[in-house]
């Protein structure tokens, strides 16, 4: 995940299109089976991180500082592809989502974090979780 040999250091970086706070959207996807895990953001210093360590360093918009995805849940990802769209302002990772209970990327101990189906339509419609909880968030971020 280096720079070619034609390429400055970090002069990648500099063809994202951050956005107005230094950010660009990050999605997760599973390369086993393709699943979206998530959804976050990174700034430059994240992706690079990521770029260098080959596993996922966010940044919490929360927080207001990079979070490395599994530092208090275990949940780790490892990062096997980096893609950048074709506006140059969302960024794909191709990952393997490791840890204590490998397969669990969602803070509510799910797979994914797009466990929620819209079902019905018009003013029957509502929003159902349709995908388990495979260990309980509580157990995972014990305080």
């Known amino acids: 995940m280096s720079a070619g040999p ?23 996807q599973e390369q ?4 979206v895990l998530m959804f976050a953001w ?16 966010y940044y919490s918009r929360s ?10 849940s275990g ?17 794909l990772l191709k990952v393997t989502q490791l840890g204590h209970e490998p ?3 969602c803070h509510t101990g799910r797979h994914s974090c797009f466990f929620e189906r819209l079902e019905g339509r018009g003013a ?8 388990a909880v495979l260990k309980d968030p509580d157990t995972i971020y014990a305080r």
């Open 42 to 57: 990174m700034n430059r210093e994240a992706l690079a991180l990521t770029a260098e360590l080959g596993r996922a360093v």
């Open 124 to 131: 029957d419609a509502r929003w159902q979780a349709v995908d």
């Open 32 to 35: 086993g089976s393709g699943d």
């Open 103 to 105: 397969g669990i990327a």
């Open 6 to 28: 034609s390429t400055p250091a970090g002069a990648w970086l500099d063809a994202v299109r951050w956005d107005a706070d230094g950010l660009v959207p990050v999605i997760a």
């Open 63 to 72: 927080r207001q500082r990079l979070w490395r995805k599994g530092e208090e």
């Open 75 to 91: 949940h780790v990802q490892q990062v096997h592809e980096i893609r950048l769209d074709c506006d140059q302002d969302v960024v």
